[in-house]
C-alpha cells in the first residue's frame, strides 16, 4: 500500500530534550516536505526537500532542522524542543516538485512541557 | 507571497443540507488549487484539484468546486451533505515556481453534519 508514514504519533517531552520524527514514504517520492497544523491557523510549511541531500526552508523553519540522506526518508529533529513547538506535525510527499498532488502522513501530535 | 481565505471557521448543516465553503486566494498569477479534508484523528486526504481547464471539478465523494478566476475564488460545493462529511476542510493553492512544491493552506473549516 502506497503511503506515508510517522512516528511515533504522539509524543510528550521537555523543554531542550532533543527529539526527532521520522517520516518515510514508499513511493519512490522525490518530493517531501513537513508542516505544522495549529488551531486557527492551518497547515504551514516548515521544510521542504526536492531530492536526497537538497533541502530548504519553509514559512516557518525557526528551531527545526531536517535531512535527506536517502530518498525514503525526511525526519525532522527538534534540537532543543520548546514549547511554542507544541504542535500537530504533517509529513508530506510528491512524485516530484512538479506535482502538485501531495500525499500527507497520519500526523505527529508533540507536546513540549 | 500567496495567502488563501476561507471565511466560515464552524459550519453546522442538518444531514441533506447543501453546503458551499468559501475559499479566496491572493495572487494574480497562475495557480493550482486543491481542497483537502480532514476526518476527526485522520490525515488529510485530497478532495479534488485544480489545475487548468473546465472551472468546474468533481472530486470524490460527491464533492465539487468551481474556480473564478475574475474573484480569486475556488468555492467547495456538495448538494447534500451525509453525516459521514463532518471533518476539517482545507483550501491551499500552489504557485508553480521554482522555489518548491509549496502549498498555501488557509485556516480550515470545521464542518459539522448533524443527523
Known amino acids: 500500500e502506497a503511503q506515508v508514514t510517522q512516528n511515533p504519533r504522539y509524543l510528550i517531552t521537555v523543554t531542550g530534550k532533543k527529539l526527532t520524527v521520522t517520516c518515510s514514504q514508499n513511493m519512490n517520492h522525490e518530493y517531501m516536505s513537513w508542516y505544522r497544523q495549529d488551531p486557527g491557523l492551518g497547515l504551514r510549511q516548515i521544510y521542504y526537500?526536492?531530492?536526497?541531500?537538497?533541502?530548504d526552508k519553509g514559512d516557518v523553519p525557526e528551531g527545526y532542522k531536517v535531512s535527506r540522506k536517502e530518498k525514503r526518508n525526511f525526519p525532522l529533529i527538534l534540537e532543543s524542543p520548546s514549547p511554542n513547538q507544541t504542535s500537530l506535525y504533517f509529513c508530506?510527499?510528491?512524485?516530484?516538485?512538479?506535482?502538485?498532488?501531495?500525499?500527507f502522513g497520519p500526523g505527529t501530535r508533540l507536546t513540549v512541557t | 507571497a500567496q495567502s488563501v481565505s476561507q471565511h466560515n471557521h464552524h459550519v453546522i448543516l442538518s444531514e441533506a443540507a447543501s453546503l458551499e465553503l468559501g475559499c479566496n486566494y491572493s495572487?494574480?498569477?497562475?495557480?493550482?488549487l486543491f481542497w483537502y479534508v480532514q476526518y476527526p484523528g485522520q490525515h488529510l486526504q485530497l478532495l479534488l484539484k485544480?489545475?487548468?481547464?473546465?472551472?468546474l471539478v468533481k472530486g470524490i465523494k460527491g464533492f465539487e468546486a468551481e474556480f473564478i478566476k475574475s474573484k480569486f475564488s475556488f468555492n467547495l460545493r456538495k448538494p447534500s451533505v451525509q453525516w459521514s462529511d463532518t471533518a476539517e476542510y482545507f483550501c491551499?493553492?500552489?504557485?508553480?515556481?521554482?522555489?518548491?512544491?509549496?502549498?498555501?493552506f488557509g485556516t480550515g473549516t470545521q464542518l459539522k453534519v448533524e443527523l
Open positions: 508530506a510527499s510528491s512524485s516530484n516538485w512538479l506535482s502538485y498532488e501531495q500525499y
Open positions: 491551499a493553492v500552489n504557485v508553480p515556481s521554482g522555489g518548491g512544491n509549496k502549498l498555501t
Open positions: 485544480y489545475f487548468s481547464g473546465d472551472p
Open positions: 526537500s526536492m531530492n536526497v541531500e537538497v533541502t
Open positions: 495572487y494574480g498569477g497562475t495557480v493550482n
